[in-house]
């Protein structure tokens, strides 16, 4: 289980995160919601320790990030929007890069490459590769290690409709090993087809966390939701 807990983060006098609290159950797809500069990717930077919380904790079964142990790229698996690798590094090295640090074999580099389809464009350098081409190596990289987290961040921007789908389905055969997904995304359609739980973000401030049938009893559909509750 991911834990939120008391969450907050300060940068000069911009309150970025306000005292957030929820939980990412196991077996369940939680969604992370939100306009842009509402927390979202804040919150999943700290959860990943990419960066420090200025106060509350963000945890996996009770431990940061940094607790995970010498290798907690086999725990925890992400794609965080605008970390990018090196531009004149292939797709295939870069996934060689990640299962080095990991130590798993470079085979698994082939069978992730071909699950979102750019097994043939293994060898181009990443700069060549289009916006969707370099969603799919994002997920690529998220998904190598096999892990029992996995956290996502707008993984479905620049997919065309094939590459979509793609995701969804994953993300429903990911979670049905007892796994988590923590997922965060604009497109309130796909989330709708996904999603366990739903939690909103606005302003720093957690303003929605319920189970997505809760949810669609209350509202036509999740993008109404986002808008009646989420979105100022």
């Known amino acids: 289980m991911i834990e939120i807990s008391g969450l907050s983060k300060i940068y000069g006098d911009k309150r970025a995160l306000d005292n957030v609290s929820f939980r990412a159950e196991s077996g369940k797809v939680t969604a992370l919601i939100g306009p842009n500069g509402a927390g ?4 999943l930077h700290i959860l990943l320790g990419l960066e420090p919380a200025s106060s509350g904790t963000a945890t996996f079964d009770g431990k940061r990030y940094n607790e995970l142990g010498p290798n907690p790229l086999t ?17 295939l090295n870069h996934l060689h890069w990640i299962a080095l640090a990991a130590d798993i074999p470079f085979s698994r580099c082939d069978e992730c490459l071909r699950l979102v389809g750019l097994y043939e464009a293994r060898n181009r350098m990443y700069k060549t590769y289009s916006l969707g081409m370099k969603q799919r190596l994002g997920i690529a990289t998220a998904i190598l290690t096999d892990a029992p987290y996995l956290i996502l961040d707008e993984p479905l921007n620049g997919l065309d409709p094939e590459g979509i ?3 969804r389905d994953f993300i429903k055969d990911y979670v049905s090993g007892h796994r988590t997904v923590l997922v965060s995304s604009h497109y309130m359609a796909e989330l709708e087809l996904v999603a366990d739980r739903v939690v909103g ?8 966390d319920d189970d997505i049938d809760t ?7 999740l993008e109404q939701a986002y808008f009646n509750v989420v979105k100022e």
């Open 40 to 43: 979202k990717s804040t919150l």
């Open 165 to 167: 789908k793609w995701v």
């Open 75 to 91: 725990v925890v698996g992400s794609f965080i929007d605008g970390l990018a690798p090196y531009p004149s590094r292939t797709g």
């Open 215 to 221: 949810l669609l009893d209350g509202y036509v559909s």
């Open 201 to 208: 973000l606005s302003n720093g401030r957690k303003v929605l």
